[in-house]
């Protein structure tokens, strides 16, 4: 490969939360969580946090550190080229054409830009329909601005893939009076990659309930064995104007500790007054650098490794979904299709094993396998984890919880 996915980096001491324990903590021992300790002999693996554990395409830092040499930092205008490259990546990326300056609006991140939306469209106590399993996200900012989160749970079809409920769907928006939805596509965390057929139905179903969309993309980049990401807007005339669509770079180049997502709207009310609330508190204005970094990500080199690093997901995705069915018995999952997140159902074996999800967590932690607790995304006895990082580093996880936890 021409990009860099196999060197192991050290990110302690680089003011990095992935290096740390999974609660967040940053002790004077990075080891420690919970009261425990790494055993002799194990390193930290870090796969929990959605960052990356690889080297950013280089046209991102060599852009930082152009900009940075300039010894002036003061108030600035968005760049005419950030807005002609988020348009240009639109269409090469995901086929959107028609995508135009003014359909593009800045956010302090998608979840600000979730509440910037929710503000716009919704009254304090409002119910919002999301699907479960839910991002922990979501839920955070809908519970924090003072609305109520509704969920309608995807189920299984006969041939194990997860599906929406669209009569569920329905039912709930109808019922409940419910006037705004999160669409999470590709879905966080069960890793679904909506088909066509599938989002047009959806937005069917809102239309018919007369059902603002805030549409969350901002893992439209991450695809794995060949899956296409259908953007939400683009199905009908009607989605186009009833959705706000949520991207960022964060995820696909990992530059979440820069901030910085973008919006596309092409209705002008809602887009008029998505731009109005965010300015109300002075907070939501464009980092200098973060511009910078877009620029530098969204550059020919940029398409180059994002489809090399898809490869690489896709491949540590296949073969960590390949060990669980042969090695993890009593664990189920669903090979996902974007993201790169798996989502471990372990309620079986922990059934069988007399074990609470707390201790299987733990014994993890023990070997230094820093996996995230699943059950915080509403489905109990489930565990999140990460594969964005080497996948000689993604083998030793799954050999020491094969040898040391699931069989010991």
Same mark, same amino acid.
């Given at each position: ?50 960052? /990356? ?19 002036? @930092? ?5 760049? +005419? ?17 028609? %995508? ?5 609006? &800045? ?28 991002? %922990? ?31 569920? /769907? ?103 007054? /998505? ?25 020919? $080199?940029?398409?180059?490794? %994002? +489809? ?8 540590? %995705?296949? @073969? ?5 069915? $042969? ?15 798996? &989502? ?22 023990? &070997? ?41």
């Amino acid at each position: 490969m021409k990009y860099d996915f196999t060197s192991i980096i050290d990110r302690r001491g680089w003011d990095s939360i992935a290096a740390s324990w999974p609660d967040g903590k940053n002790p004077s021992s990075p080891y420690v969580v919970n009261n425990l300790k790494i055993k002799d002999g194990f390193d930290f693996i870090p796969m929990w946090v959605a960052d /990356m554990n690889f080297k950013t395409v280089p046209t991102i830092p060599e852009a930082l550190k152009k900009r940075v040499e300039h010894p002036l @930092y003061g108030y600035f205008q968005p760049r +005419d080229e950030y807005f002609e490259l988020i348009k240009k990546w639109q269409k090469v990326r995901n086929g959107v054409d028609g %995508v135009e300056k003014e359909n593009i609006g &800045y956010e302090n991140g998608v979840l600000g830009g979730v509440a910037t939306a929710l503000a716009v469209l919704c009254s304090r106590g409002d119910k919002i329909l999301l699907h479960s399993p839910t991002y %922990v996200g979501f839920t955070g900012v809908i519970k924090n601005n003072g609305y109520d989160p509704i969920h309608s749970p995807l189920v299984e079809d006969e041939n194990g893939v997860m599906r929406m409920d669209y009569e569920d /769907m329905d039912k709930k928006l109808r019922e409940q009076n419910i006037h705004m939805a999160i669409f999470c596509s590709p879905h966080n965390p069960t890793g679904r990659v909506w088909e066509r057929w599938e989002i047009e139905k959806a937005m069917e179903v809102y239309a018919k309930n007369d059902c603002w969309v805030i549409s969350d993309e901002i893992w439209s980049d991450i695809l794995m064995n060949g899956h296409k990401h259908i953007p939400t807007q683009s199905v009908s005339e009607d989605a186009k104007q009833r959705t706000v669509a949520l991207y960022a770079p964060s995820k696909t180049f990992n530059l979440a500790g820069l901030i910085g997502s973008y919006h596309i709207t092409y209705n002008k009310w809602l887009r008029d007054r /998505m731009a109005k609330e965010a300015s109300l508190g002075h907070y939501n204005s464009m980092n200098m650098l973060s511009m910078i970094a877009l620029i530098g990500a969204y550059q020919p $080199e940029g398409y180059e490794w %994002v +489809d090399e690093l898809n490869q690489v997901l896709s491949n540590n %995705v296949n @073969y960590a979904y390949d060990f669980i069915l $042969e090695h993890f018995k009593g664990v189920t999952l669903k090979k996902p299709q974007g993201t790169y997140l798996l &989502y471990l159902d372990c309620s079986q074996w922990l059934k069988e094993h007399g074990m609470t999800l707390q201790e299987l967590l733990n014994l993890g932690y023990e &070997y230094g396998v820093g996996w995230q607790d699943g059950s915080k995304f509403l489905i109990p006895d489930t565990i999140r984890m990460n594969l964005a990082l080497p996948t000689s580093r993604v083998k030793e996880a799954f050999d020491r919880l094969d040898k040391y936890v699931f069989n010991k």
